[in-house]
């Protein structure tokens, strides 16, 4: 999602290609699988009113933590389209919903992705305030893979900024959330980054900087 839609091949035309059925026992999932394929057919238009339906008959049937997740798409679609304002528009919209439905992690899920919005485009202030706010939603709950992304974000705003023992902290609070989960993947690939960080410190970083060079690996599933 994040090439530049320049890069990609053009869409094929639907008698060429083959894409799955529209399937969904329910009303609002053939919406959903619809608006699937209209992104794959770059039929953008036609992918967020179909999200929008399918929006607005998850809230008729009270599946309301579902419809909120359909604006984060919504946002990520208006992301691969480069338009800014409306991302941000729906990631918002998507925080609204989550917070009346009492679903602080679908509010740090959604302000995760505003920040991503605007790290990718080298607006480190703003993706920090998002990233920031989400964390401090579900700083205290259990370990989840929201929780290790934004960790991980955080410690690439910090890096970007150049407070590089601060990001250090959140990159170790990243990995040891990703051995809680046992997410080897996740795990290895922050410990990459770690040694990379490690090794451009100079002296003056102090000893208990450097604590995640201890921590133990996620143990693999049997």
Same mark, same amino acid.
């Given at each position: 999602?994040?090439?530049?839609?320049?890069?990609?091949?053009?869409?094929?035309?639907?008698?060429?290609?083959?894409?799955?059925?529209?399937?969904?026992?329910?009303?609002?999932?053939?919406?959903?699988?619809?608006?699937?394929?209209?992104?794959?057919?770059?039929? %953008?238009?036609?992918?967020? #009113?179909? !999200? *929008?339906?399918?929006?607005?008959?998850? /809230?008729? =049937?009270?599946?309301? &933590?579902? $419809?909120?997740?359909? %604006?984060?798409?919504?946002? #990520?679609? !208006? *992301?691969?389209?480069?338009?800014?304002? /409306?991302? =941000?528009?729906?990631? &918002?919209? $998507?925080?609204?919903?989550?917070?009346?439905?009492? #679903?602080?992690?679908?509010?740090?899920?959604?302000?995760?992705?505003?920040?991503?919005?605007?790290?990718?485009?080298?607006?480190?202030?703003?993706?920090?305030?998002?990233?920031?706010?989400?964390?401090?939603?579900?700083?205290?709950?259990?370990?989840?893979?929201?929780?290790?992304?934004?960790?991980?974000?955080?410690?690439?705003?910090?890096?970007?900024?150049?407070?590089?023992?601060?990001?250090?902290?959140?990159?170790?609070?990243?990995?040891?959330?990703?051995?809680?989960?046992?997410?080897?993947?996740?795990?290895?690939?922050?410990?990459?980054?770690?040694?990379?960080?490690?090794?451009?410190?100079?002296?003056?970083?102090?000893?208990?900087?450097?604590?995640?060079?201890?921590?133990?690996?996620?143990?693999?599933?049997?």
């Amino acid at each position: 999602m994040g090439m530049s839609i320049w890069l990609l091949p053009k869409p094929a035309k639907k008698e060429e290609a083959i894409t799955p059925p529209i399937s969904a026992k329910d009303e609002a999932g053939r919406f959903i699988q619809q608006a699937s394929e209209n992104f794959f057919y770059h039929e %953008f238009d036609q992918a967020i #009113d179909n !999200y *929008k339906k399918a929006i607005v008959v998850y /809230e008729r =049937e009270g599946k309301l &933590k579902t $419809a909120a997740k359909v %604006f984060e798409s919504i946002g #990520d679609l !208006y *992301k691969f389209r480069r338009n800014i304002k /409306e991302a =941000e528009i729906h990631y &918002k919209l $998507a925080m609204e919903n989550h917070r009346k439905n009492q #679903d602080s992690l679908g509010e740090a899920r959604a302000m995760n992705l505003a920040g991503d919005l605007y790290m990718e485009r080298g607006n480190f202030s703003s993706a920090g305030v998002w990233y920031k706010k989400g964390l401090a939603l579900i700083k205290n709950d259990p370990p989840h893979l929201t929780k290790a992304l934004l960790l991980e974000n955080l410690g690439h705003y910090y890096w970007k900024t150049e407070n590089t023992p601060e990001a250090i902290v959140q990159f170790t609070q990243s990995r040891e959330t990703f051995a809680a989960l046992e997410n080897q993947m996740g795990y290895e690939h922050i410990s990459a980054v770690l040694n990379k960080l490690r090794r451009g410190q100079s002296q003056k970083i102090p000893d208990e900087g450097l604590v995640y060079h201890n921590s133990p690996a996620p143990k693999r599933k049997q």
